[in-house]
């Protein structure tokens, strides 16, 4: 059986959506399907929508991502783009090093950081390096001027969830809209 929750939530930078509710069990496996509303923040109060947000940390993102083998892209401090993957990850790890050592035009350090993750970052503004954080989570690391980079790194994330997607699709099938729309009660 299907069980809905339903939040109206704030699209936090980055394009991150948090949802909180007693229901919520840690460990449950959930779908989330995001519908868009025709309210933006640019129309809402500033005080509303500041209300509203709830930011995770750079902490729980990481510790998110290696619990829940996701990968993820994101902007530290509107300085530095971050493309994350579980360590596990090891073929989309290649993918990114190779993008990154392409575009550098030779291979870069490995950085090994257990602690203070953030601090490491807010000395590297205009560095290309990787790092391995707590043994358990992989990130590319580049300056937010590096466009053509960041859409490439972006792209090969985007690849293997789309592949995980599609393999996971055959695996398990797939159910029509129609279908959807019934189990949600829509």
């Not at 990968?71 to 989309?92: H, N």
Request: proline fraction near 4%.
């Amino acid at each position: 059986m299907l069980k809905a929750i339903q939040q109206e939530v704030t699209i936090q930078p980055g394009g991150i959506v948090t949802l909180h509710s007693p229901e919520l069990e840690s460990g449950l496996r959930a779908n989330v399907i995001v519908i868009m509303t025709e309210t933006s923040l640019l129309s809402q109060p500033n005080e509303v929508a500041q209300k509203t947000e709830v930011k995770p940390t750079l902490r729980e993102l990481l510790e998110n991502v290696a619990a829940e083998k996701e990968r993820m892209t994101l902007t530290y401090r509107k300085k530095l783009f971050l493309a994350v993957v579980p360590i596990e990850d090891v073929e989309v790890i290649k993918q990114l090093k190779r993008c990154l050592d392409d575009y550098t035009n030779g291979p870069l350090e490995t950085f090994r950081v257990y602690e203070a993750l953030g601090d490491f970052l807010n000395t590297a503004e205009n560095a290309r390096f990787v790092v391995t954080y707590q043994n358990k989570v992989f990130l590319a690391v580049v300056p937010i001027e590096d466009v053509y980079l960041i859409e490439e790194l972006e792209d090969c994330i985007d690849r293997v969830d789309a592949n995980d997607a599609l393999q996971e699709a055959f695996n398990t099938g797939t159910i029509s809209s129609e279908q959807l729309d019934k189990d949600l009660g829509w």
